[in-house]
T-cell receptor, first 112, second 113 residues
């Protein structure tokens, strides 16, 4: 079965540093998403991306976040200046159409 | 906030059917009911979705009441690997949009050996 791949599985960074989380969505999917889950809390929607532009974003997705699809296969989430509260599991997802999304295994980001 | 209400936790014996309820009394006519699950800290996994008819796939069955205000996810023969948090999510199919999913706290289903 095709799957969404995320790298790295775990990233540790110092506060104030920039990080880029990478995802390879399923190849024929058109919609791409980032979610995050702070330890012990709910999965939270960050942003969706369609046709090379942001389709929807949550209040969490402020100016320190950006997304990009630099080529035909990768989808990235950049956090410009990390804060301690950005420590979380970040999940990438993709779908052929809205709703039935396939999630990756996540990147655990630890900001120290 | 999520538009659904689910019990916080449930137990089920291995091999028995697990029936997970969900209330979505404010669901509107064009909104679907989706079920996802999250095993430990893995990425959420799609299970099934439906609009008004009952649905079945290789993982589960979804029973939606006639007034669509509640639904039940049925895992017919639960195994230990079905222990997970199960999320019931209501969302519209916007066609041209890419709306995110709103996850609630879900039901922690524990399958007992």
């Amino acid at each position: 079965e095709p799957e969404v791949t995320q790298t790295p599985s775990h990233q540790v960074t110092q506060m104030g540093q920039e990080v880029i989380l990478r995802c390879v969505p399923i190849s024929n999917h058109l919609y791409f998403y980032w979610y995050r889950q702070i330890l012990g809390q709910k999965v939270e929607f960050l942003v969706s991306f369609y046709n090379n532009e942001i389709s929807e974003k949550s209040e969490i997705f402020d100016d320190q976040f950006s997304v990009e699809r630099p080529d035909g296969s990768n989808f990235t989430l950049k956090i410009r200046s990390t804060k301690l509260e950005d420590s979380a599991m970040y999940f990438c997802a993709s779908s052929e159409y809205t709703g039935r999304a396939f999630f990756g295994q996540g990147t655990r980001l630890t900001v120290v | 906030d999520a538009k659904t209400t689910q019990p916080t936790s449930m137990d089920c014996a291995e091999g028995r059917a697990a029936n997970l309820p969900c209330n979505h009394s404010t669901i509107s006519g064009n909104e679907y009911v989706y079920w996802y699950r999250q095993i430990h800290s893995q990425g959420p996994q799609y299970i099934i979705h439906g609009l008004k008819n009952n649905e079945t796939n290789e993982m589960a069955s979804l029973i939606i009441t006639e007034d669509r205000k509640s639904s039940t996810l049925i895992l017919p023969h639960a195994t230990l690997r079905d222990t997970a948090v199960y999320y019931c999510i209501v969302r519209g199919y916007s066609g041209g949009g890419a709306d995110g999913l709103t996850f609630g706290k879900g039901t922690h289903l524990i399958i007992q050996p």
